[in-house]
C-alpha cells in the first residue's frame, strides 16, 4: 500500500504546485447555479450549462464545454487547484466530482465519468459514461476509457492502453498498463498492474492475475482467470487456458511464471 499512497501524495503536490495560472478573461454572466466560489470562472473560456463549476476554482482557466451539474468540489481547500482549473476536455453530464478531478484534463469525459479526488488529474484520453471512478484512478492516463471501466483506487494511474467496457476494476487494476485491455477483463486488485500484452475479453480476473504478464504475446479470450493466474507469464497465452485457483501449498498461480 505505500507505493500507493506515495502515487497519490506525489499527485496532491503535482496538482498543488505545477498548475499555472493563465491571464484573466472577462467572463459573461453564468448560467443558475453555476461558477460557486472563489475565482470559480476567473478566465474560463469554455461554454458552461447550468449548477456547474462549483467550488474554489473550479473552472479557473477552463477551456472546455462544461455540462450540467459537472465539475464540482464545494470542499476544494485553499492552495490547492480547483476540480476542472485549466481543463481543457469536453465535460458531460454531472462529470468531474471532487477536488482536483479533472485538473488539468485534456480529454473529453462522458457523462458521470471522471468521479473522485484527482480522478482524472493531467489525463489526456477520451473517458466513456461513468468510467473512472475512484481517487488518482485515471491520473495522468493517456489510454481511451470504455463505459464504466477503470473503477477503483488508481485503477488506471497512468494506463497507456485502451481498456473495454467494464474492465479495470480493483485497486491498481491497471496502473502503468501498456496493452489494450478489451471488455469485461482485468478485475480484480493489481489484476493488469504493468501488464505489457494484449488481453482479450472475459480474462485476467483475480488479485495478481495478469499482473506483469504478456511481454511476448497476448493474453487469449477467457484465459488467466484466478489469483496469480499468469503473473509475470511472457505469453502468449491461448484462449481457455491457465484457468484456477493457485496451487494450495505454494501459493503459485496456475500459469504463473516463477524465475529458476
Known amino acids: 500500500m505505500a507505493h500507493q499512497s506515495r502515487a497519490l501524495v506525489a ?3 503535482i496538482l498543488g504546485l505545477a498548475v499555472m495560472l493563465l491571464p484573466a478573461v472577462a467572463l459573461a454572466a453564468p448560467p443558475a447555479g453555476s461558477c460557486i466560489g472563489v475565482d470559480a470562472c476567473t478566465g474560463n473560456t469554455g461554454s458552461l450549462q447550468t449548477d ?34 485549466q481543463n481543457t476536455g469536453s465535460v458531460g453530464v454531472g462529470a468531474c466530482q471532487g477536488i482536483g478531478a479533472c485538473s488539468v484534463n485534456q480529454g473529453a469525459v462522458s457523462k458521470e465519468g471522471c468521479d473522485g479526488q484527482l480522478a482524472c488529474l493531467l489525463n489526456r484520453g477520451a473517458v466513456g459514461e461513468g468510467a473512472c471512478v475512484g481517487p488518482g484512478v485515471c491520473s495522468g492516463n493517456s489510454g481511451r ?55 482479450s475479453a472475459g480474462s485476467c480476473h483475480g488479485e495478481r492475475a495478469c499482473e506483469s504478464a504478456g511481454s511476448d504475446g497476448a493474453i487469449g ?40
Open 145 to 199: 476509457i470504455s463505459k464504466h471501466a477503470c473503477q477503483g483506487f488508481l485503477a488506471c494511474l497512468l494506463n497507456h492502453g485502451t481498456v473495454g467496457e467494464s474492465s479495470c476494476v480493483g485497486e491498481s487494476a491497471c496502473q502503468d498498463n501498456q496493452g489494450t485491455i478489451s471488455k469485461n477483463s482485468c478485475q480484480g486488485d493489481f489484476a493488469c498492474q504493468n501488464t505489457q500484452g494484449n488481453v
Open 52 to 85: 456547474a463549476c462549483v467550488g474554489a476554482r473550479a473552472c479557473l482557466n477552463n477551456a472546455g464545454s462544461i455540462n450540467k451539474k459537472a465539475c464540482q468540489a464545494p470542499d476544494t481547500p485553499v492552495g490547492v487547484g480547483g476540480v476542472c482549473q
Open 221 to 260: 479470450t477467457n484465459a488467466c482467470n484466478g489469483d496469480g493466474a499468469c503473473f509475470n507469464n511472457p505469453g502468449p497465452i491461448a484462449a481457455g487456458t491457465c484457468n484456477g485457483d493457485p496451487n494450495p501449498i505454494t501459493g503459485v498461480g496456475v500459469c504463473e511464471f516463477v524465475s529458476p
Open 11 to 13: 499527485l496532491l503536490l
